[in-house]
């Protein structure tokens, strides 16, 4: 007997279906159909008869292409017209069509005659109205079957088009009377060809309360004669038959009971000699009743059970929720939890419009909400039922695949094996197995399927209540001994039946149960040593891409896998039950003696992994897989990414429509599918490369190796990866919380996949703990070897390092600082004897404690570094962050013990380096050289910020600090005692290398000469005051006119006076020189022009002179509102050559040499002021600018004040006398006015004055002669 086949649902709809759809509409309305295919392998048919017309279906099997004479005939179609004929219609590739009618002759009996109405046909009986069509394709030729109602079967000749052979069938059946005169309406045709056997022909013989199939071959005779060679007959049961296939070796029967059940059944007609069919077992509907526990939410347990992946199709969701809410919207295209919102919101309304009494129990409120609830279970329920009944069989007999076609879906029959092949068998059918097909010792056999009887004996008396002790105790993580203990317990208590006494008789008929409990054990364990194969050629990925790829086959592989997982954790939990039991009973004649300690201590630990390996593979196939947005997917990538573990499975966001993806289907389609086709196209000598289109053999093979990859126990961690690659977060947390408290395989692993999982949940102290148990496993599993594969180029450290690495990275990745430095903490107390490990440790936790703001630990972390370079970094990079924050005390007060110098060349080279503006690396460094008490530094380095202010921001706010920088330079100094009380001058420019800092180079390209000996210059406290004083002018003259920052920041005391003087600043300007002693020439010269310009400036002018004139002091001139600004400018001028004397009256020349050079008179005050200094170089003066009338009356003054009259006026103190002391003129320049008079003698008024003058000399000498006398005589 052959095993039965599990019934694989398929509820999803595709485009495929709607061929299949079409299909069962024509099988609906016409019963009279037939199967057939044709030589060609290209096409099979659907050919469904009705009154009076044929309609046929192409369905494509393959896309190879086909040549025109291979494709000749494609179809046959009947016409009726008023000649009664039978119409073959040939379709050609070009599709070109050509019609051959078969026309009724006197000598071969009509085919045709029942299929026209009597009331064309006129005449002729129902005998020969055939009720099942057949084509088949040979040597160019189409041979088509009839099966007619008078129990004969003819066939036809297209290319002929004649009858070539008319067999009764009744020849090879019992026949009766009433057979023979009633019409075989209920009579069925298929065609099955084999290339080695020929064509079969099966007929399905219909009889009241009986039925009959006949297989018979067909024979070619000579002449282009056929006949049947009969090869077998089978007798069916009372079912009613739906539809049934035929294969070259089997025949399959789709059946109704009379209790309008569908039963699957089929036969190796060739084999089976005893007639015995194989049943099918077929998948049950949900069932009805819905346990709601008292701590469970109504409304959450039924939604759970609606919409559990297999119960219910979204078509009868969909038709119970529009008969439920009693509307007329239409629920089309909705996804899996839209709809499930819908049927929340429709059972709530109604629920809500119900409820009449405003109070209510807690108890009476969910007594409510389960009524409701139920009540739209039950509707889908009905629906289900419906939607689910076959309709037809359909049968690939080039793949050997069967289907059952259902409304809007379709079956797959999937292969059982041995172990669920026997659970599954009913009792009369088990008894009735051939032990030798089973195991080759049938001692063995016996005892495997005693222990089955025991099996199902036990799960038959669970109830559906104790079989939840079981479910809850999976789930909730407690032994499943226990539990199988309690159940034993509750099956006793209850045993009505005595089903004790007939398992213990059972069990005194194995004659070993220890070693037949091992077999099934081993039957059912798919843990193995070693992880199978990753890695495969590209060709071989690349040509089986497609093999299983679609949605239909992912989700066959996956339900027959999860209907496997159902069915051996049935068997598991009644041979832990059975065990149990074995244990209680304790009987050594059972037992074998000393094998009971065996049992408990083998067997059970055995069974208890193998139960919770199955539950966990069925929890996963039932649980669904969430819809994951684009931004997480890409956040993901990055986690992957920096571990290092991109080529790992990541999805793209796919919507979920007609029906949920499970996570088992989520991890086939994406990543076992490739490697369980892989791994089988590869294996040499397989028979399954020959056979690799074979259904049977084919998804047999991809489950057995599909288990594997799920099965928890293996080294292999292909699915966890798959989860967490896909973002599948919560399942994965579920899936491993299942997982961990009894495998022992990859717990490592495990424990690195919570962790990531609680990384995303936001819980990183919990991921932290996971990643940590999870190092003690470093090196002793793939997953964790692969993960910790070094870069090129990386420098190899020990495995666990290697770990601590990557994960350090993920944590600072995901930005988690502070888990960042507790486990580089961790990982320092594994590197002792790695310094370079544990140089990058700590500058990791330098780095962190920074970014955290914990400054103290940042600069321990840094003393502690062994590595001098990552120490040099780690305290640049504290100072320029600590700057940043202006967390300046901090950086200060640290004490760098045996880092000092380094800290100072590190603000130093960043003081020099960046904007002066925008950082304060100078006063930084200023304030670390107070701290420690060293003045010097702190002047050298103010005084320096003030002459870099000075050169590079030449603004009002530049020269403000410039000013301050030389005031806190003063100040250091003055702490210092005065021999000490210098520094050193800056280098001119301010040109500095810096570390890393490109050479300077000439013109040519060449790196340019450095000069190797710089002079050194010595600035004293009182350089120092002098630059105060210089910074202090400028910015009094910036804050004056701003136009003159860009010029006065680093300008000259000389260029700076002259600025002053433009800016109208004499004063400050006069302090500046003095301070520098400098001459007051170009004040005076200033002042003098500025005078000028008022003198022969207008308004304008004068009223600009006010605003310069109030800079200076004129708090001692008297102003009026008479006084002009000229004539405050003259005053101005006049204080000053008052104020501030000269040798020579240097600047009372200057001022008459600016003002004679100019043309403009000179003011009497100024006459007068200098005749009392120097009225020789007024004369001077006079004869240089060509004034000779000014200097004829200035020698007739000067002459007369020597005589004596207003001699006070000329600065003369004794007048010339006898008794005075001498005096003199300035002969020479007046011999020089008396000559340029005599030389102009044109000029009449010249003449005059020439002859004035030398009358007043004349007077003059005859004065001076007479007083010369008189002192010679005194002296005498």
């Known amino acids: 007997m052959g095993r039965l086949f599990l019934l694989c649902p398929l509820q999803q709809e595709a485009s495929l279906l709607l061929s299949y759809l079409l299909m069962m509409y024509l099988v609906r309305l016409h019963p009279c159909t037939c199967f057939c295919a044709t030589q060609d392998p290209l096409f099979w048919f659907w050919i469904s008869m009705g009154l009076g017309f044929v309609m046929c279906i192409l369905w494509p099997c393959c896309t190879r292409s086909v040549s025109s004479a291979s494709a000749s005939l494609l179809a046959a179609d009947v016409s009726l017209t008023s000649t009664e004929c039978f119409s073959c219609v040939a379709f050609i590739l070009q599709g070109v069509v050509s019609v051959v009618e078969l026309k009724q002759s006197s000598v071969v009996q009509r085919f045709l005659t029942g299929w026209m109405p009597t009331a064309i046909r006129g005449d002729g009986g129902p005998s020969d109205v055939p009720i099942s069509l057949a084509v088949h394709c040979l040597d160019h030729d189409a041979f088509l079957f009839a099966l007619c109602q008078d129990h004969k079967l003819r066939m036809w000749s297209y290319k002929d088009q004649m009858c070539l052979m008319v067999a009764d069938l009744l020849e090879f059946v019992p026949v009766s009377r009433d057979l023979r005169l009633s019409a075989g309406t209920g009579h069925r045709l298929r065609l099955a060809f084999s290339q080695s056997l020929g064509l079969y022909l099966g007929v399905y013989m219909h009889a009241p309360k009986r039925g009959q199939f006949c297989v018979f071959q067909l024979v070619s005779t000579e002449s282009n004669r056929y006949s049947l060679d009969h090869i077998s007959s089978l007798f069916s049961s009372q079912e009613t038959l739906i ?402 573990l991109a080529d790992t499975t990541v999805l793209a966001p796919h919507k979920l429509v007609s029906s949920p993806q499970t996570i088992v289907e989520l991890f086939f389609q994406e990543v076992a599918r490739k490697h369980i086709v892989s791994r089988l196209f590869l294996q040499p000598n397989t028979s399954l490369v020959e056979t690799s289109l074979n259904w049977p053999h084919l998804i047999t093979a991809v489950m057995a190796d599909f288990l594997p990859l799920l099965w928890p126990s293996n080294p292999g961690f292909l699915f966890p990866e798959c989860l967490i690659g896909s973002c599948q977060y919560t399942q994965l947390q579920e899936y491993i919380r299942l997982l961990q408290p009894w495998c022992h395989v990859n717990m490592g692993s495990c424990c690195f996949m919570m962790g990531r999982c609680y990384l995303v949940m936001g819980e990183g102290h919990k991921a932290l703990d996971c990643f940590c148990q999870a190092a003690s496993e470093v090196g002793k599993e793939e997953f964790l070897d692969r993960l910790i594969q070094p870069e090129e180029g990386e420098m190899v450290s020990t495995p666990r390092l290697q770990y601590y690495s990557k994960v350090l990275r993920l944590l600072d990745m995901v930005g988690l600082p502070e888990l ?156 210092i005692r005065p021999e000490y009380a210098w520094i050193v001058q800056p280098a001119s420019g301010a040109v500095y290398e810096r570390p890393g800092a490109s050479p300077k180079r000439s013109h040519d390209g060449e790196c340019a000469a450095v000069p190797t000996i710089r002079q050194i210059e010595i600035l004293e406290l009182e350089d120092l005051e002098r630059e105060c004083v210089l910074a202090r002018i400028r910015l009094t003259l910036v804050q004056h006119d701003l136009s003159t920052a860009a010029v006065a920041g680093n300008s000259t005391p000389e260029e700076t006076v002259a600025l002053l003087i433009r800016a109208g600043l004499f004063d400050t300007a006069i302090t500046l020189c003095q301070t520098f002693k400098l001459p007051l020439t170009p004040v005076f010269e200033g002042l003098t022009f500025k005078c000028i310009k008022l003198q022969l400036g207008g308004e304008a002018a004068q009223a600009e002179a006010w605003e310069w004139l109030a800079s200076n002091q004129l708090s001692a001139l008297v102003t009026t509102k008479e006084s002009s600004a000229t004539d405050e400018a003259w005053r101005l001028l006049s204080s000053y050559l008052e104020r501030y004397p000269s040798q020579n009256s240097l600047y009372h020349r200057c001022v008459i040499n600016k003002l004679l050079a100019h043309g403009i008179p000179l003011p009497n005050w100024l006459i007068n002021s200098y005749k009392k200094v120097d009225a020789a170089e007024l004369l001077r003066l006079y004869l240089n600018y060509d004034l000779l009338e000014e200097a004829v009356d200035l020698v007739l003054e000067y002459v007369d004040a020597v005589l004596g009259k207003g001699h006070q006026y000329f600065g003369i103190e004794f007048p010339l006398s006898a008794t005075a002391p001498m005096v003199w003129l300035p002969y020479t320049a007046i011999d020089q006015l008396l000559q340029a008079l005599r030389e102009s003698s044109a000029n009449q008024n010249n003449v005059l004055l020439y002859q004035k003058l030398h009358d007043k000399m004349e007077d003059y000498q005859q004065k001076v002669s007479m007083a010369t006398r008189d002192r010679l005589y005194r002296r005498n």
């Open 243 to 644: 539809d049934f296939a035929l294969t070259s070796a089997e025949i399959w029967a789709l059946w109704h009971n009379e209790e309008n059940q569908t039963i699957v059944k089929y036969i190796n007609f060739e084999q089976n000699v005893a007639g015995q069919w194989n049943q099918v077992f077929m998948q049950p509907l949900p069932e009805e009743e819905v346990t709601v526990r008292h701590d469970q939410d109504p409304r959450e347990t039924y939604l759970e059970y609606l919409f559990m992946p297999g119960h219910f199709s979204n078509a009868a969701i969909q038709k119970a929720l529009q008969i439920f809410s009693q509307g007329t919207e239409q629920y089309m295209d909705l996804t899996w939890d839209e709809l499930k919102k819908e049927v929340t919101l429709a059972v709530e309304n109604e629920f809500q419009g119900s409820v009449t009494e405003y109070e209510c129990s807690l108890e009476e409120f969910c007594q409510l909400q389960v009524d409701f609830w139920s009540k739209f279970c039950g509707c889908c329920l009905q629906y289900q039922e419906v939607l689910s009944r076959p309709l037809a069989l359909l049968l690939n007999p080039y793949t050997n695949m069967v289907c059952l076609l259902k409304k809007g879906s379709m079956s797959f029959l999937v292969p059982c094996s041995l172990v669920d092949h026997l659970y599954l068998l009913s009792n009369e059918h088990l008894l009735a197995e051939d032990d030798a097909v089973i195991f080759d010792d049938l001692e063995m056999s016996r005892d495997v399927v005693c222990l089955v009887q025991c099996l199902r004996l036990i799960g038959e008396s669970i109830s559906a209540e104790i079989a939840f002790i079981m479910e809850m105790a999976c789930s909730r993580l407690q032994p499943p001994e226990k539990a199988a203990e309690q159940i034993l317990e509750d099956l006793i208590a209850n045993d009505t039946e005595n089903v004790m006494e007939d398992i213990h008789s059972k069990l005194q008929e194995i004659r070993n149960p220890i070693h037949a409990i091992g077999v099934l054990i081993r039957e059912m364990d798919y843990e193995t040593d070693t992880d199978m194969e990753r890695a495969h050629p590209l060709n071989m990925r690349m040509n089986l891409t497609q093999l299983y790829g679609s949605s239909t086959a992912v989700s066959v592989v996956c339900w027959g896998v999860c209907k496997i997982a159902t069915i051996r954790f049935q068997i598991c939990r009644d041979l832990l039950i059975l065990q149990q039991l074995l244990l209680r009973l304790g009987d050594p004649m059972v037992l074998g003696g000393g094998q009971l300690f065996q049992s408990q201590q083998d067997l059970l630990h055995r069974t208890s992994p193998l139960l919770l390996s199955y539950y966990l593979i069925r929890w996963a196939s039932q649980c669904l897989a969430s819809d994951i947005p684009f931004d997480t997917l890409e956040s993901n990538l990055q986690h992957l990414s920096v571990l290092e």
């Open 820 to 975: 960042v430095i507790q486990l580089a903490s961790l990982a320092i107390m594994e590197s002792v004897d790695d310094w370079r490990t544990q140089a990058t440790l700590r500058t990791c936790i330098f780095k962190h404690h920074l970014d955290l703001g914990h400054n103290s630990d940042a600069y321990v972390a840094l003393t502690q570094n062994p590595d001098p370079s990552r120490q040099l970094d780690c305290l640049r990079q504290l100072v320029v962050v600590l700057c940043e924050r202006s967390q300046l005390q901090d950086l200060v007060e640290f004490p760098y013990v045996n880092l000092h110098n380094e800290v100072v060349g590190i603000i130093e080279s960043h003081a020099r380096a960046v904007d002066l503006m925008t950082h304060n690396y100078y006063e930084l460094l200023y304030a670390f050289h107070i701290y420690r008490h060293n003045y010097r530094k702190a002047g050298t380095v103010m005084f320096e910020y003030g002459i870099r202010l000075g050169r590079e921001v030449r603004t009002l706010r530049g020269l403000q600090k410039q000013g301050n920088c030389f005031l806190a330079a003063i100040n250091c100094l003055r702490l």
